[in-house]
């Protein structure tokens, strides 16, 4: 996604405000050919462009391009989001990363957007991490997993503030969307 053939599509994602969203998917068959069930291919196969397309907007200089692009990372959860994050910026100054281009921004700087899953552990330590107006429900349709209960359950969370419910279950969702 990082290549310059792409740089006319996000230009004018840019130019038209629009958002652009990477959501989880089967991308290329060397992802997917690993995997030889479903377990194993909904666990990493499915949610590794996730991270691929992440580490291009914000490793691959599509942000330092296009600095007002909106982008978001959608059905892979958020728990990855620290530990990508704080890898990215451990290389951002170090003596292997120095030797290829780097972009104009460690990661723990850029402002990009995620879905979180109703049910991870580690929400409220993400939102602590990203901040809670870059996080959104991942509730766009019915699942095969049976996640059609998922703002019931961020609804019933002890560990979220009313006020971060209604961030995730909406508000977050009509910024990003401009709705």
């Known amino acids: 996604m990082s ?14 405000k629009l958002p652009v969203c990477v959501h989880t998917g089967w991308c290329h068959p060397g992802i997917k050919r690993p995997f030889t069930d479903s377990y194993g291919a909904h ?4 949610t590794l ?12 200089g599509i942000l330092d391009r296009f600095p007002r692009l909106k982008v978001a990372f959608l059905e892979a959860g958020v728990d990855w989001v620290p530990y990508l994050i704080e890898r990215m910026d451990h290389y951002f100054h170090s003596e292997t990363a120095n030797r ?31 901040g809670e107006d870059r996080i959104k429900i991942s509730a766009d349709m019915p ?14 969370r002890a560990d979220l503030s009313d006020a971060v419910k209604q961030r995730l279950l909406g508000d977050n969702a009509a910024e990003f969307y401009a709705i």
Not at 43 to 46: A, C, I, N, P, T
């Open 43 to 46: 666990v990493l196969g499915f």
């Open 3 to 16: 290549h310059e053939d792409f740089d006319p599509v996000w230009a004018e994602a840019e130019r038209l």
């Open 49 to 60: 462009p996730v991270m691929i397309g992440f580490y291009a907007f914000l490793g691959g």
């Open 143 to 156: 699942h095969g997993e049976a996640r059609e209960g998922s703002v019931e359950e961020i609804r019933e």
């Open 100 to 130: 290829r281009p780097l972009p104009k921004r460690r990661a723990s700087d850029c402002e990009v957007y995620f879905t979180c899953e109703a049910e991870e552990k580690l929400v409220p330590q993400v939102i602590e991490f990203v």
